[in-house]
């Protein structure tokens, strides 16, 4: 059974960075479509990176283009992403989900979620 936690969200203030995790049990890295998500209060939930192993390559939304970074370690299971640059409009319950019967975003149907980490942007 597949299981995802993220983890290290917390209060940053603006400019700052922070750097979440999100560990996968129950299966290896090997082929997936692995994203984070962020859903902010009253908002609805927002795609903002996704990595396919296919070719390795990460997609990003406009939203945290150029200031976020995602990147999977295989050694640790895990997905993490690093926030640099943070903004107020980036606070959000942001969450990691992972479909491991694809190998490319566009075809990923998201069926293993975690629970969320909540950051909190502070101006």
């Known amino acids: 059974q597949v299981h995802v936690e993220e983890s290290g969200g917390g209060s940053v203030q603006s400019g700052g960075s922070l750097r979440l995790s999100c560990l996968i049990s129950?299966?290896?890295?090997?082929?997936?479509?692995i994203a984070w998500f962020r859903q902010a209060p009253g908002k609805q939930r927002e795609l903002i990176s996704c990595?396919?192993?296919?070719?390795?390559?990460?997609g990003y939304a406009d939203s945290v283009k150029g200031r976020f970074i995602a990147s999977v370690d295989n050694g640790a299971n895990a997905l993490v992403l690093q926030m640099n640059r943070v903004e107020p409009e980036d606070t959000a319950l942001y969450l990691c989900?992972?479909?491991?019967?694809?190998?490319?975003?566009?075809?990923?149907?998201?069926?293993?979620w975690g629970q969320g980490t909540q950051v909190t942007v502070s101006s």
């Open positions: 129950g299966l290896s890295l090997n082929d997936y479509a």
């Open positions: 990595t396919s192993s296919y070719d390795g390559v990460t």
């Open positions: 989900a992972i479909d491991p019967t694809t190998t490319h975003c566009d075809y990923a149907d998201y069926a293993s």
